[in-house]
């Protein structure tokens, strides 16, 4: 009986480029590559149309493009790993528990603002996705089901990035900025 391994793996690779620009700008840390952006894709992504299958010597006796055969949906694996564990003894997956969402409400006292957005990781930082509502007092509300986890946030103000003033811990971001981050438990 032949026995073959696949190892797969993600390579997260969060927005590099400045969307007012529409550019990736010089990253010195990804040489010899333009950018993080550039450097991932040769790296991780690239090598996937040669994929070898080994021999019983260890050579190389084929190469394979394992692309059409991958998906690259970070958030879907992420959620299957959270809901799924591997039997050993069957060598199935089967569903351990599920995972509960919870409803994650955001807030930003924003009385003068006439759009408020909320954008993130959870959301592939779409600007558009996300709107609050404005209530009599000025404050700006949605809510948003979240499974448990660590998530990286910014609301998006009146067309510019604005972090939140009740967020208890924020992460530096590629943009020489901060993003907030919300622990949902």
């Known amino acids: 009986m032949e026995r073959y391994i696949w190892i797969h793996g993600h390579s997260y690779q969060s927005p590099r480029g400045k969307p007012w620009l529409e550019e990736v700008e010089l990253q010195d840390a990804a040489h010899p590559f333009h950018d993080w952006n550039a450097r991932i894709t040769a790296e991780r992504y690239a090598p996937n149309p040669a994929s070898r299958i080994l021999n ?46 919870k409803k994650v409400t955001f807030s930003l006292e924003a009385p003068e603002a006439a759009h408020v957005y909320l954008a993130g990781d959870f959301n592939g930082w779409n600007t558009a996705s996300h709107p609050l509502k404005k209530d009599k007092t000025g404050v700006w509300k949605v809510s948003v089901n979240l499974v448990p986890g660590i998530y990286e946030y910014l609301f998006f103000v009146e067309g510019g990035w604005q972090g939140d003033p009740q967020a208890t811990e924020c992460v530096a971001n590629p943009f020489g900025a901060y993003n907030c981050v919300r622990r949902v438990g």
Do not use: F, H, Q, Y
């Open 56 to 101: 019983s010597e260890n050579r190389i006796a084929d190469l394979i493009n394992s692309a059409p055969r991958t998906r690259s949906n970070l958030e879907l694996t992420k959620r299957l790993i959270s809901l799924m564990m591997v039997d050993k003894e069957v060598g199935k997956m089967k569903a351990e528990r599920r995972v509960k969402a």
